[in-house]
């Protein structure tokens, strides 16, 4: 059964703020204990009271306290730590003064077949609240990716922006793999008692679908509950680019340009210039998902485990050492080719793209200790001497000079426009 995850964009949002901004020193530390709101939702009688939380309606104390579990450690990681806006605070108000409340989750059984669990808000209290099918209660990845829209609605300036909605499963997907399993969660899973989990990551979609769209909306096709790591990545900044880094949250939110319909990309690429170009960011994304070299022991481990079943069949050959991209398999909007290279000679490797619109190629060579180097190959040419026991691997994002106004729900054509490239390899075939 699909599982879906469902949020609802509003309409007809009120008010945009004024807001001078509030310095930290100028706001009380939020209370220990949220206090209710009855109003949030549908409400109800049976009731069991958190810190930050209340639930309704759960079938049993033990189920309520094991639903709540994950999502305080959540709060704990994201609010506490990384300094996400509250969900216990209105959007329709800048202030982190306060009040602050309880989110309200909801056991319901009124979900539809295919629905585990959404998301609902009350625009008029600026407030969302749980509604979480009996089955999935005390399932940690399903309640925590409900969490990470409350949180983006409490972040606000995401709300009713049409090409930001399909990145909302993207970002919820982050939270809960985040929460699971990253590093980044360890002391606030370890604080709260709680145990890591299992990775979300599908290394079968997000690399042997890496030509989709960077996020694709498209239905039954598309990649945007998998092209979470792409959060992985811009969080752990192992490249070190000013502007990435924990800070992207909430910067990606509160650095939205008001009511534009920018995409996040847009918001990126504000936040690494001048020193760092977003076409260089995403370029270097998909050369690090070669190898998945994020400092992310859990997607390693899945990578090293369904690395066999990744179809890398992306180029055919033509004559002279030259290959031409498949058409079907052609990196898309901020998409990309990841293509594993075996040596053939003494490791003297040239490589020389060629395409007729902007991209960015890398050559991602993993040693045998795991440490990987990256060969940026400028205008698609250059090279680099592998050594016996190195892993070699080819990657070309179609990085467009110039960012689209795309909403993954409804592709353009440019969104979905395939770079047509040819390449030429010395020293190397394809595996
Ligand atoms: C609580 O409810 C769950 C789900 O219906 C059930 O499996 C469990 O046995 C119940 N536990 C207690 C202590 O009643
Ligand atoms: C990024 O910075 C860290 C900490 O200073 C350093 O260890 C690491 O080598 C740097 N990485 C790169 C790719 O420059």
Request: net charge neutral; proline share 6%; charged share 15%.
């Amino acid at each position: 059964m699909q599982r879906l995850l469902a949020i609802t964009l509003t309409s007809g949002l009120a008010a945009s703020a004024t807001a001078a901004a509030l310095t930290p020193a100028a706001v009380a530390a939020p209370p220990d204990n949220f206090q209710a709101n009855t109003a949030v939702g549908p409400g109800g009688s049976k009731y069991k009271d958190y810190p930050h939380f209340r639930v309704y309606n759960a079938q049993n104390d033990t189920v309520a306290d094991n639903c709540v579990r994950p999502l305080e450690a959540a709060y704990q990681c994201f609010v506490v730590d990384l300094h996400w806006r509250s969900p216990g605070l209105s959007y329709n108000s800048e202030s982190e003064a306060g009040p602050y409340y309880k989110l309200n989750i909801y056991r319901t059984d009124n979900l539809g077949a295919n629905t585990a669990a959404n998301t609902g808000l009350d625009t008029r209290a600026g407030l969302a609240f749980l509604n979480v099918g009996s089955p999935y209660m005390t399932d940690p990845g399903t309640v925590v990716h409900e969490f990470g829209h409350a949180m983006t609605y409490a972040a606000h300036w995401w709300i009713d922006q049409t090409r930001t909605g399909a990145w909302w499963e993207t970002i919820a997907n982050w939270v809960a793999d985040t929460y699971l399993t990253d590093p980044v969660c360890e002391s606030a899973r370890k604080r709260t008692n709680v145990a890591s989990g299992n990775t979300i990551f599908q290394p079968k979609k997000v690399i042997g679908d890496s030509y989709l769209p960077i996020v694709d909306g498209s239905r039954g096709t598309g990649n945007y509950y998998e092209a979470w790591p792409f959060f992985t990545f811009l969080v752990h900044n192992l490249d070190n680019y000013t502007g990435l880094g924990i800070d992207i949250f909430p910067n990606i939110w509160t650095k939205y340009k008001r009511n534009s319909d920018e995409t996040p990309l847009h918001v990126l690429e504000r936040l690494v210039a001048p020193s760092t170009r977003i076409q260089t960011v995403v370029g270097r994304y998909w050369a690090r998902m070669a190898h998945v070299d994020l400092a992310h022991p859990k997607m390693q481990a899945a990578f090293q485990s369904q690395r066999r079943n990744i179809n890398y069949a992306n180029l055919d050959t033509l004559s002279g050492g030259n290959y031409r991209v498949k058409s079907a398999r052609a990196p898309r909007y901020m998409g990309a080719n990841i293509i594993p290279l075996k040596v053939t000679g003494s490791g003297a490797v040239i490589v020389t793209v060629k395409a007729s619109s902007g991209f960015t190629a890398t050559l991602a060579i993993k040693a045998a200790n795991g440490q990987v180097r990256y060969i940026d190959l400028p205008k698609g040419a250059g090279g680099a001497t592998i050594a016996s026991g190195e892993e070699t691997t080819l990657v070309v994002a179609n990085t467009p000079d110039q960012l689209l106004l795309f909403d993954p729900f409804k592709l353009s054509a440019e969104a979905t426009k395939g770079l047509d490239y040819q390449v030429q390899l010395t020293g190397v075939t394809p595996v």
